[in-house]
C-alpha cells in the first residue's frame, strides 16, 4: 500500500508527540510520520526517529522553513504553542504561517489544534473579566479561534481541545501541602465541570480524524475525555493518593491578583469555564473523542496510569 506523510507539528511535545506515536504504532495503517521541530537533536526527536520517524527541522515563526516541511505531505496536524510566547498576535502569526505553508505545499488534509474565541460569548462591553493584551478575553483560545479563519479554504478539520488532566502534574499546578497536612488547592469554577482530556489521547483522536479521511473535511470535532468537577477531581485524588485533597472555589478576581504569571490569563480561562460551562461543555463531545479514539480515557483511567507522576 502507498504510505502517506503526516507532517506533525509539535511532535516533541504533548499534543503531536500522541499523534506521533499513535501513527508510529500503527504500522498497518498506510501513514508515515514526519515529525517537524526545531531541534532534530534533541531527545525527544531521536526517541521520534529510533521509533520510525522522520525527523525534519522547521520553525513555526519561518514560513520558508515550514512550507518545505510540509512538502510532499499528505496531511499536517498543525498546533501552536502559545505558553513559549505568551502573545496572542504572535500565536495568529504562527497559524498563519501553518495555514500559507498547507496551502503552498498542497497538503491533502489539516487538523488544526484550536479553541474557541471566547470573545464571542461576551458582549464587548462585558467587565466580569479584565480585557488582556488590549484586545482578548482569553488570549491563547481566542487568537487560535481568530486564527480558524486563516485555514478556511483549506481541506481543514478543526479540533476543539480540552484542560489536559496532565497539567496536574505539571510544576505548580498540583495540590499544595498545608501544615495541617492536607493537598489545597484553589481555582475560580465554583463547583462547574471542566472539560478535561488525557493529552495522549487527542494525538490519537487526530490520528482518527485523519485514518476517517474526507467525512471530517470542513467539520469542527471538539473533544473531551470526561467533565469533571475540581471537587470530583480532588475526591478522586484524594481516593488514588491516599492523602486528603481539598478544592476551594476563589473569585475570579482573587486568582488573577495571585500575580504568578499567566495569573490573569488562567483567572480568565478559569472565569469562562464557570461562567460559560453550557457552551463549552457544549462544544466537546467524549462520544464523538470515543469514536475517533476507541481507547480514550476517562479520569480514572488516566489516573490509575498517571498517579506516581503526581507528586504529593
Ligand atoms: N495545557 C492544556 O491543558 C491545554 C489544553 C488545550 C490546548 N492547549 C494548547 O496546547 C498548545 C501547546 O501544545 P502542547 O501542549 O502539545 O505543547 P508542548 O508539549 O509544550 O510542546 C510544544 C511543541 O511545540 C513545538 N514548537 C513550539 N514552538 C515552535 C516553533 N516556533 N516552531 C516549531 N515547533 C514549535 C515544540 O517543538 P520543538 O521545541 O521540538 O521545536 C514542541 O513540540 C498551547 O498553545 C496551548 O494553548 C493546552
Not at 487538523?111 to 467587565?127: A, C, F, N, Y
Not at 489521547?201 to 475540581?230: M, P
Request: aromatic residues 10%; neutral net charge.
Amino acid at each position: 500500500m502507498e504510505q502517506r506523510a503526516i507532517a506533525v507539528v509539535g511532535a516533541t511535545g504533548a499534543q503531536g508527540g500522541g499523534l506521533a506515536r499513535a501513527i508510529l504504532a500503527d504500522t498497518a495503517g498506510g501513514f508515515t510520520c514526519r515529525a517537524i521541530t526545531r531541534d532534530p537533536g534533541k531527545d525527544a526527536a531521536k526517541a521520534l526517529a529510533d521509533a520510525g520517524a522522520e525527523v525534519v527541522k522547521a520553525d513555526v515563526d519561518d514560513i520558508e522553513t515550514l512550507t518545505k516541511a510540509f512538502a510532499g505531505a499528505y496531511g499536517a496536524f498543525c498546533v501552536t504553542n502559545f505558553w513559549e510566547h505568551l502573545s496572542g498576535d504572535r500565536e495568529k502569526a504562527q497559524a498563519k504561517n501553518l495555514a500559507d505553508a498547507a496551502k503552498a505545499a498542497g497538503v491533502q488534509h489539516v487538523v488544526w489544534s484550536t479553541l474557541e474565541d471566547t470573545r464571542k460569548l461576551m458582549p464587548p462591553g462585558d467587565t466580569r473579566m479584565p480585557m488582556l493584551q488590549e484586545k482578548y478575553r482569553v488570549p491563547h483560545f481566542d487568537a487560535k479561534g481568530e486564527a480558524d479563519a486563516f485555514f478556511a479554504g483549506l481541506p481543514v478539520t478543526y479540533l476543539i481541545t480540552s484542560f489536559y488532566w496532565d497539567n496536574i502534574y505539571a510544576p505548580g499546578m498540583s495540590p499544595k501541602k498545608s501544615d495541617d497536612g492536607v493537598y489545597r488547592w484553589v481555582f475560580p469554577m465554583g463547583n462547574k465541570r471542566l472539560a478535561g482530556i488525557a493529552v495522549e489521547d487527542i494525538g490519537k483522536v487526530a490520528y482518527g480524524i485523519f485514518k476517517a479521511g474526507r467525512q471530517y473535511i470542513g467539520k469542527t470535532v471538539g473533544i473531551t475525555g470526561e467533565n469533571l468537577t475540581f471537587q470530583e477531581i480532588s475526591e478522586k485524588l484524594s481516593k488514588a493518593l491516599g492523602v486528603p485533597v481539598e478544592y476551594t472555589a476563589v473569585d475570579a478576581d482573587a486568582f488573577r491578583a495571585f500575580g504568578f504569571p499567566g495569573a490573569d490569563e488562567l483567572g480568565n480561562m478559569f472565569q469562562m469555564y464557570r461562567d460559560f460551562e453550557p457552551q463549552v461543555l457544549g462544544a466537546r463531545s467524549a462520544d464523538v473523542a470515543r469514536s475517533l479514539n476507541p481507547s480514550l480515557q476517562s479520569f480514572d483511567q488516566w489516573l490509575g496510569r498517571n498517579k506516581a507522576r503526581i507528586a504529593l
